[in-house]
């Protein structure tokens, strides 16, 4: 069973009966959204999908940051939230560095873009994020695009349909992060850069990925 | 407050301008104005035009300013130099002080805070042209700047001004009531709640009064939130297509 429809802060959802909650308050045994989104009610949950807002960070999500700071043993990254995460030593490289004699930098050295893994979020926020991970990589050359973290589901598609598409047709490499970071390079990285634009305007409309393809054709 | 105005505020039974005693004036919604911000709104009263926009969560900085386990709301409510007859200084005084303040604890309740700590949401209320209550028409606007910018809240906050002339009771005030009404009433509400988050009085009032005018501001702030509600929903509506 699946109702979808939006809901306000604070609009009444229904009686909770013991599911679980995402984005939800109760009062007593009464659930009320906390925010503006689409509502999704099953037998096991009652999530509220945000239509807008800022990235927070989740234990597994993929994401793509930009190194800010470098400490005596890890960095600082940006992953485009209102929190920087902290890569440490241990979870970046596999080999022993001698911190003694070697400068962080020879690593990853500020402005370098890489493709992590969050491994940490403590109750405070304080972020931590790692590069064993079997897709984690550094990312070199390219450019880096932002777009709404809520429309990153719409550009990899159902399936990773959507991203496959602007990957085949433009032969790019795409990484795509969680928190609405995108990295491309290639000959054609214009022809997806305006692709996935569109997909973030367009993400509403019925018929989308055969629009994209058609666009990408075209050209 | 409390001056003679130069002509009678009602007469059989209407206001100046032509409403009845529990009339709101126009009032205009809008979404989205400021593309750079994570969630702005316009709204009208009236000729009381408020511009809000909304930043944040985000870092804040000096780090001493964070508190660990929640985000903080700093407000800041001012008026254009151009939005009154007589131009008025752009420097923060007294008075746009104390409103921002009273804005940020009208808003500060009905947040979420506790999700993100060590940040901070930046509220920015500007007023564009003032011609009364021009604190309620910033914080209906800001409440819709903060939905429309993803944060999380307990409901959408309403507010509307209740008055006193001579022995008729009034909402929604415009600039010449302001002056010289007996007496005003600055309510902000969680309306589907019944919870207060704002309440200033100036001038005199008798308990019988203030309990009236409540149950008045009550009534119409439930008004006022179904249009922000509609606003909200009429924005969105085309997402909803998406699913």
Request: aromatic share 6%.
């Amino acid at each position: 069973m699946a109702i979808r429809e939006i809901v306000l802060p604070g609009s009444y959802i229904g009686e909770r009966k013991g599911r679980k909650l995402i984005n939800c308050y109760t009062e007593g045994e009464k659930v009320y959204s906390k925010v503006l989104g689409i509502l999704k009610v099953s037998e096991e949950e009652i999530a509220v999908i945000p239509l807008a807002g800022k990235y927070v960070p989740k234990v597994g999500d993929r994401v793509i940051g930009v190194i800010d700071e470098i400490e005596v043993s890890g960095w600082w990254v940006d992953i485009n939230s209102p929190y920087k995460a902290f890569l440490p030593l241990g979870e970046a490289l596999e080999e022993f560095v001698d911190l003694r004699k070697v400068d962080l930098s020879r690593f990853y050295d500020i402005g370098d873009v890489i493709f992590c893994r969050i491994s940490k979020v403590t109750k405070n926020k304080i972020v931590q994020v790692s590069m064993k991970d079997m897709i984690a990589r550094k990312l070199f050359g390219g450019v880096t695009i932002k777009i709404t973290p809520f429309k990153v589901a719409r550009v990899i598609g159902k399936g990773g349909s959507m991203i496959e598409l602007i990957k085949n047709k433009t032969k790019c490499e795409i990484y795509v992060g969680q928190n609405g970071l995108i990295w491309i390079k290639g000959h054609n990285k214009e022809k997806a850069i305006k692709a996935i634009l569109t997909i973030e305007r367009e993400a509403h409309t019925v018929g989308l990925t055969e629009k994209i393809s058609k666009m990408l054709e075209g050209e | 407050m409390g001056k003679k105005p130069e002509i009678p505020l009602i007469v059989d039974g209407k206001r100046i301008d032509g409403r009845l005693p529990d009339q709101l004036r126009n009032i205009e919604m809008k979404i989205g104005e400021i593309e750079n911000a994570d969630g702005s709104a316009r709204v009208k009263f009236g000729n009381t035009e408020a511009l809000v926009a909304v930043y944040g969560p985000r870092s804040l900085f000096p780090k001493f300013l964070q508190e660990t386990d929640t985000a903080i709301v700093r407000a800041i409510y001012n008026m254009a130099p151009f939005s009154v007859d007589e131009r008025k200084n752009p420097a923060p005084d007294r008075r746009s002080i104390e409103i921002s303040k009273v804005t940020k604890e009208a808003l500060s309740g009905a947040i979420f805070l506790e999700e993100f700590p060590r940040t901070v949401i930046d509220v920015y209320e500007y007023i564009i042209q003032a011609d009364g209550s021009t604190r309620v028409t910033a914080i209906n606007a800001a409440s819709l700047a903060l939905a429309s910018a993803g944060i999380p809240m307990k409901d959408l906050i309403a507010a509307c001004s209740v008055g006193k002339i001579g022995d008729t009771l009034i909402v929604d005030l415009n600039g010449k009531e302001d002056n010289y009404s007996e007496s005003d009433m600055a309510i902000a509400m969680l309306p589907s709640k019944g919870l207060i988050t704002l309440l200033q009085m100036d001038g005199r009032l008798s308990k019988e009064e203030v309990l009236e005018l409540l149950k008045k501001a009550e009534e119409n702030c439930k008004k006022i939130y179904e249009i922000q509600k509609k606003t909200l929903l009429d924005k969105f509506k085309v997402a909803e297509e998406e699913v």
